[in-house]
Structure formats: structure tokens, C-alpha cells
């Protein structure tokens, strides 16, 4: 391990857990529908737990109703009865082959819960962020001690992880600030 293998780890972990904010935060409902509402439910496919995407195509009919058509005629009550019970709030309605999802508007307490649920998520990912320097700085100290860099090398490396951290930090607020302006959006 070198400092410059400590610096670019500790990167591409951080790069890690501003992807899985992202992801966290696409689950978030706000007042219009999107399809990634439905990415996490599990149907009842021949006995095993699946995907929603692999039993259905997942499409907007209109920016508050996702429509979901299954790809066999006899999976259209077992999906209809999984997102109704994938505890999203949503209320599927059957018309033939096509359920229809339509999402209710968000009351203004709901989008305040929403906020702090977006607020909370981005502060675990702040967490993750400085938890890998923390890690990345005590790698430092170690290669020092085997001593396989100098102190000043060590110093530089720390500061630029440092930076890196900023950056980082600087991108998750920036993720946060465009996801509240979409929940509050009325």
C-alpha cells in the first residue's frame, strides 16, 4: 500500500457512498410518479421472491399515474396485491391487463416527513464519507510507522484526503438542497 493507493481507495469509496445516497435518495417519494417508486418491489414469481422490473413493464402513464403491465395475464393480481402491500401508500386499481398506480399529492406534513428522511440519509452518507478518511488517514499513519512514507508526504496526503472529504461533503449538500426543492414542490 502507498499513499497514493490510500488516496485513490479512499476516493473511490467516497465516489461509492455519494451512488448509494443517490440511489437512497431516488426511492424518496415526492408529488409526481416515477418509476423508480416501484424498483424495490418483490413479487411472488413461480415460488421465489422477484423483482417487480422482471415480471412487468414498468411505465408513466401521466405524471401522477405509473402503469404497470405484467408480462403473463395471471400475474396481474399477485403484482397488484405486492404493491399494495409493499407499504408505499399507493393504491393500485386492475383495468384488464394494465394496473394502473395512480400516487396521491403529498400533504405538507408528509412532505415535511419526507425532508427529514432526505436530511437523515444524506447525514448517513456524511458519516460514510468521514468514516473513510478516518480510515484512509490511520492507513497513513501506518505506512509512517513501516516507514514507507515520510511525515511530510503522510502531512500532503492527509490534506489532500482532507479536501477530498470537503468535496464530497460539498456534493452531498448539493444532492440534498435539489431533492428537498423536489419534495416540496407542490
Known sequence: MTVADAKKTADQKMQKSIETLKADLAKVR???????????VMVEYYGNPTHLSQVANVTLIDARTIGVQ????????????????????????????????????????????MVKLVKSEAEDAKIAVRNIRRDANETLKKLV?????????????????????????I?????????????LTV
Request: hydrophobic share 30%; with cysteine.
Open 30 to 40: 415526492t408529488g409526481r410518479a416515477h418509476t423508480g417508486i416501484l424498483d424495490h
Open 70 to 113: 405484467p408480462f403473463e395475464k395471471k400475474m396481474v393480481a399477485v403484482v397488484e396485491k405486492a404493491i399494495r402491500e409493499a407499504d408505499l401508500g399507493l393504491n393500485p386499481a386492475t383495468q384488464g391487463e394494465l394496473i394502473r398506480v395512480p400516487t396521491p399529492p403529498l400533504t405538507e406534513e408528509r412532505r415535511k416527513e
Open 145 to 169: 510507522k513501516e516507514k514507507a512514507c515520510s511525515e511530510d508526504e503522510e502531512r500532503r496526503a492527509q490534506d489532500e484526503i482532507q479536501k477530498l472529504t470537503d468535496k464530497f461533503v
Open 171 to 183: 456534493e452531498i449538500d448539493k444532492l440534498v438542497v435539489e431533492k428537498e426543492k423536489e419534495v
